[in-house]
Each structure stands twice: as C-alpha cells, then as structure tokens.
C-alpha cells in the first residue's frame, strides 16, 4: 500500500470560496473511485463515488472530476465552510477486485 | 440506520500482550474490511472478511488474525503486540461482494496504544 509521512499537503481557503482537491491515481485498471472525508478522531466519511463510465458526479455542495486520460481525480467544494474542515483522500477501486488503494490525503483548512 | 460500530474506543495494552477489537457492520452488509491507519499514514489493508470466510489478507504477519461471524460482525486479533502496531484500526462494511457496485462505510476505528 501507499503511505506518506506525518506532513500533509494542507489547502487552506477562505470561508465561502470553493476549494478544489486533486488526487492522482496510478492503475489503468481503477474503474470505481472514492472520496473520503476524515475529521480528527473519527473514520473515514464517504462523500461521492464515481464509475468509471463518467467523467463528472454532482452531490451536495460537492462535484467529482475524472479524468482517465491522465488518470486524475478532483474534488470540488461549493461555499467552503467551516465544517468542512478535515483530511480528504481518494480512493480507487481495481477492476471490481477486494482491493482499494487510498490516496495520501489533504487537508483542508477553512480561514474564518 | 446505525453505522458501523467499533469497539472499544480506545485500547491500552503492554507490547507482547493480544488485543481483540470488534466491529459490527450496517445492518444487510455482508463483507468486512479492516485497515490499518497509523499516525500519518495512509490506510493500509489488513483482512476481507465475506460472507463468514476470509477472502484475502494484506501484508501483514499472521500474528494479525480474525474472524467473522454468522451475524456479520467481526473480530481482528492482535497477538504479540509491538510497539509499531500502535494505530487507528479501521473496520468498514460494504453491501456487496463486489466492490466496485457500493462504497465502503467506515466506522470511527480503535485507537490501540502499545506501551
């Protein structure tokens, strides 16, 4: 599995700004991807999938961009809040198999 | 519709001794994933459990062990603690065998501290 050291890369957006995530993935063969959010002390929170058939998932307040040909994901927040302050990481699923590789991670801080 | 739950919370053990942490799934999810998620690291794979068997394990030594039971739940053991086993331990639980059809869903982990 991947693994990063204790530094985050940290995003940090004023209150009411939209933010954007990036996450890169590595295997050709991913066709199902996640997005988590995990706040301090708690589990990772789903918050948007995305097959591999699509380019583009609209949520709540939250878009999902892929694009395969440079095997990149994205994550968009509409009127960042204060709330959605914690650690965001990708998931990718490998061709329907048990195995999920997640991503490093970002935190986002929102500035008041 | 209650998530996964994990318990304990927090658990405190001296290296050598064995930890057993617990995880219940949503209610109608079959499979159990457990994931190991030390300080700063990204998550790392520890056991599927599906349909009562084990369907694969992670590069992990087999003094990491579990189980699951007939209602689903499960168990991940831990023999031997070392100090490097210190972690947030994840279970998640999806609706389907096959992972690309639904989200894994998390619960909020064990903390276990060896000292």
């Known amino acids: 599995g991947e693994s990063v050291g204790l530094h985050l890369p940290t995003l940090s957006v004023q209150e009411g700004d939209n933010s954007i995530i990036n996450c890169a993935y ?35 307040r939250v878009t999902v961009l892929l694009n395969k040909t440079v095997k990149h994901l994205s994550l968009q927040i509409a009127a960042t ?29 929102v500035l008041a | 519709e209650a998530g996964v739950t994990q318990s304990p919370t927090h658990l405190i053990k001296t290296r050598g001794q064995q930890a057993t942490l ?16 030390a300080l700063g690291l990204g998550l790392q794979f520890l056991l599927w459990y599906d349909e009562g068997e084990e369907r694969n394990r992670g590069n992990f030594p087999p003094r990491f062990s579990g189980r699951q039971f007939p209602n689903y739940s499960s168990e991940l053991n831990v ?22 059809n639904s989200p894994l869903h998390f619960g909020n982990g064990t903390r276990l501290t060896v000292t």
Request: hydrophobic share 25%.
């Open chain 2, 22 to 37: 617990r995880c219940s799934p949503i209610s109608g999810h079959t499979s159990v994933y457990w994931y190991q998620q």
């Open chain 1, 81 to 109: 809040q204060p709330g959605d302050s914690a650690v965001y990481f990708c998931a990718e699923n490998i061709g329907g198999t048990y195995k999920y590789i997640f991503g490093t991670g970002t935190r986002l801080k």
């Open chain 2, 79 to 100: 023999n031997a603690l070392e100090l490097e086993d210190s972690a947030l331990y994840l279970c998640a639980s999806s609706s389907t065998r096959r992972p690309n």
């Open chain 1, 26 to 60: 590595s295997n050709s063969a991913s066709d199902y991807f996640i997005w988590y959010k995990q706040e301090s002390g708690k589990g990772p929170q789903f918050i948007i999938d995305i097959r591999s058939n699509m380019d583009k998932r609209q949520g709540q």
